[in-house]
């Protein structure tokens, strides 16, 4: 139980990847804050299936771009589970769109949820653990924040910017010994990702860029999401770590 008297909270945690990471958590024995703006039926379904084997748990409803949201569902993280030590910065969105055909509206939601969330939670959580000068901040990037990824010029800046912010708070928060670190998955199975996997030819295509030949799974993000987390990674801070089967060796752009 590496994670044993330990509160999390992850955001976009209702489905794909965030529920992965917070069930795994709550495996390795943290009580759980699950946020999410949809999926709601799967985070509350999560928080019992957790409360059911002796834990705590509670699915907090928040749009993570909104200051005086991310505000509340921190203080209710600390109100009924008592602290915050791990926060996952997971929830994001994208689209796919041409450069040229791109609207601002798409840019301003995009960078709204997947950096200016990332950076209101981790303040907001931040605070918190400089009380108890412990905490835990894991930052969900993704291979493009280096690897470039056509048709999507939003989510590669949100990205992109994510690895500086995640390394400037690194060296800030240092003194609290608060650690900061980003997780860049590649091609995982999840649900938003579904018309891809759908497609045949589009699934042997991405293969054909994976080393190590299989889609991700989103128990192996959650593996590494654990490993930050916990003691284990108590001298790793301000790093990235790739979670993608070798796809970003190769380079280029998808």
């Known amino acids: 139980m590496r994670l044993q008297n330990r509160v999390a909270l992850v955001t976009g945690a209702g489905s794909g990847i965030g529920f992965a990471i917070a069930k795994a958590f709550a495996d390795e024995g943290a009580d759980v804050a699950i946020n ?5 039926d799967e985070a509350r379904t999560l928080a019992q299936a957790i409360k059911a084997k002796g834990q705590k748990a509670i699915a907090v409803r928040a749009d993570v771009s909104q200051s005086a949201d991310v505000q509340q569902m921190v203080q209710t993280v600390v109100q009924q589970l008592g602290r915050l030590d791990i926060l996952v910065n997971n929830a994001g969105i994208e689209h796919d769109t041409a450069f040229l ?6 840019w301003d939601k995009v960078l ?9 939670c981790s303040q907001a959580a931040a605070r918190e653990m400089v009380k108890q000068k412990r905490g835990r901040i894991i930052n969900m990037s993704s291979i493009h924040e280096d690897v470039v990824f056509i048709c999507h010029a939003d989510y590669a800046a949100s990205k992109g910017g994510m690895r500086m912010f995640t390394r400037t708070i690194a060296q800030e928060l240092a003194p609290y010994n608060i650690t900061v670190n980003d997780i860049c998955p590649g091609a995982i199975e999840t649900p938003i990702n ?7 030819g589009l699934v042997q295509e991405l293969l054909e860029e994976i080393p190590l030949n299989r889609l991700g799974q989103t128990a192996d993000v ?5 490993f930050l987390a ?9 790093a990235s770590f790739r979670v993608d089967g070798g796809m970003s060796i190769k380079g280029g752009s998808l």
Request: hydrophobic share 35%.
């Open 222 to 226: 959650a593996a590494m999401a654990v």
């Open 101 to 106: 055909d791109l609207p601002e509206e798409q």
């Open 194 to 200: 579904k018309t891809t996997l759908e497609s045949g």
């Open 36 to 40: 999410y703006l949809g999926y709601e």
């Open 230 to 238: 916990s003691d284990d990674a108590s001298y790793v801070t301000g």
């Open 112 to 120: 709204g949820v997947n950096l200016k969330g990332c950076f209101l």
